[in-house]
């Protein structure tokens, strides 16, 4: 079944202190399509955790908050696009205790399990883009 | 006790961290409880500075307690894979704080040497 993309937002996230209003921001939507509070918290948590990444590793870059409906299912699709370094192997950072970083490695497939589709695509020296939807009674 | 009643950004979070412990350190308080009702989100970030807190008191002879966490943070940390392994929690601040006090009273009781002490005077 197609997905269909009923409203959009397009927000920068450049700076740390824009991850709090960004979370708002998708708990706004969260709410106004009648998400569930569990789901509102793993949908945000995922969110906040590919916003760090992108702030971390990517120097910032956009998100794109969309409402969408498959069917009778309404969800928020959320398109995190950087032009950073890119991840070189994106299989091993999608796996537990993986990072690059100083982090716990959790990010990435700690986010994967907290949604409905996760979808990444990274090409080295141009970017990274991290799509992922999570329906409202999913 | 500390009440976190914001949402906070990584940095804030880092110098809540800093804070607790120089404070602990600077009034030897022996247990720290720290409520987290307003707090909507834990993510890893978030949950790696609570357990550091937890690991630093520690080191400083302070017992740390975690009160008040939301259900649905609760099932988004485990399904996250981060199980807050190693703070002390307690569902809000009257039982975090008769657990605060049962934790500190058995270290006192349990003070006198054991073996491992006199193995380590020989």
């Not at chain 2, 357990?51 to 307690?65: F, P, Q, R």
Request: charged share 25%.
């Amino acid at each position: 079944m197609t997905i269909i993309s009923l409203n959009k937002d397009n927000m920068p996230v450049v700076r740390e202190q824009d991850v709090v209003p960004f979370r708002n921001r998708v708990k706004e939507y969260a709410v106004r399509i009648k998400m569930g509070l569990v789901n509102q918290t793993k949908l945000i948590t995922a969110a906040s955790e590919l916003v760090r990444n992108m702030l971390r590793y990517g120097n910032g870059g956009e998100v794109l908050i969309e409402i969408v409906s498959r069917g009778r299912d309404n969800g928020i699709r959320l398109t995190f696009t950087d032009k950073g370094p890119g991840i070189a192997d994106i299989s091993l950072a999608l796996k537990d205790g993986f990072s690059t970083g100083k982090s716990l490695g959790l990010g990435l497939p700690g986010t994967k399990r907290l949604v409905n589709e996760f979808d990444i695509k990274s090409e080295l020296g141009k970017g990274t883009c991290i799509t992922i939807i999570k329906w409202a009674n999913g | 006790m500390i009440t976190i009643q914001v949402d906070l950004y990584d940095r804030l979070a880092l110098d809540l961290e800093a804070d607790i412990v120089k404070m602990v350190s600077k009034t030897g308080a022996q247990g720290i409880l720290i409520d987290i009702s307003a707090v909507s989100i834990v993510d890893s970030f978030m949950g790696r500075i609570i357990g550091n807190i937890g690991v630093m008191s520690k080191l400083l002879d302070a017992e740390t307690v975690v009160v008040g966490m939301q259900p649905a943070v609760a099932i988004t940390l485990v399904e996250l894979g981060l199980p807050l392994k190693g703070v002390y929690t307690a569902l809000n601040v009257e039982k975090g704080m008769d657990l605060l006090r049962s934790i500190i009273q058995t270290e006192v009781d349990t003070t006198e040497p054991d073996e491992d002490d006199h193995n380590i005077a020989e």
